[in-house]
């Protein structure tokens, strides 16, 4: 994952604002006090596996550790390509963060692809939070608990997000989906 400036002055401000040790953080996390001493200090680049982690025990956003700072802007435009990646499951997933985390909305919007043969396992999110995806190249697997739904392009499923869920790629193209967050607040 790259942003490791931003994820790591990110941490360490929700992390003091919340009064909290980085002892603390760990145990409700489960991320060692060490690797969180890093990602703070911008050593150590944590994968999405570990920022889930962390922003599921402090209860923030997944994307409210990646922002470079707040926008009061009105009308936000952007490209995904000209967003900073995410890059996981060895290259074969790419998220770029399109919107990040509004306290207001509690929303945050990605762009993902995921390349042929992917298979991205997530970890359940707060209750509260749900998921939308909508797909729109190529096709994908979505698994929610046991439940398997095939999902072409165009279309698109909501979920509940406190469950175990995954995305899978088994084609031969590219699959290529907007992921929209809502967060309880």
Not at 66 to 75: F, G, L, V
Not at 79 to 99: K, V
Not at 150 to 157: K, N, Q, T, V, Y
Request: proline letters at 4%.
């Amino acid at each position: 994952m790259e942003n490791s400036n931003a994820i790591g002055n990110n941490l360490k401000k929700i992390r003091k604002s919340q009064k909290l040790s980085r002892d603390k953080v760990a145990e409700l996390t489960g991320v060692s006090k060490a690797m969180l001493g890093q990602i703070e200090r911008g050593e150590s680049n944590p994968t999405v596996l570990t920022l889930w982690k962390i922003s599921t025990g402090l209860k923030k956003s997944f994307s409210s550790f990646m922002q470079e700072s707040d926008s009061k802007k009105n009308i936000e435009y952007c490209l995904y390509q000209n967003s900073t990646p995410i890059i996981e499951e060895d290259g074969l997933m790419t998220a770029y963060p399109l919107f990040y985390f509004n306290s207001q909305t509690g929303i945050e919007v990605f762009t993902i692809i995921l390349q042929p043969g992917c298979d991205h396992s997530s970890e359940p999110h707060d209750d509260g939070t749900e998921e939308y995806v909508l797909v729109t190249q190529g096709s994908m697997v979505v698994t929610v608990d046991d439940n398997i739904y095939s999902l072409p392009s165009g279309a698109a499923i909501h979920f509940p997000a406190n469950h175990r869920h995954s995305y899978k790629n088994s084609g031969d193209d590219i699959a290529i989906f907007q992921n929209i967050i809502h967060y309880s607040i």
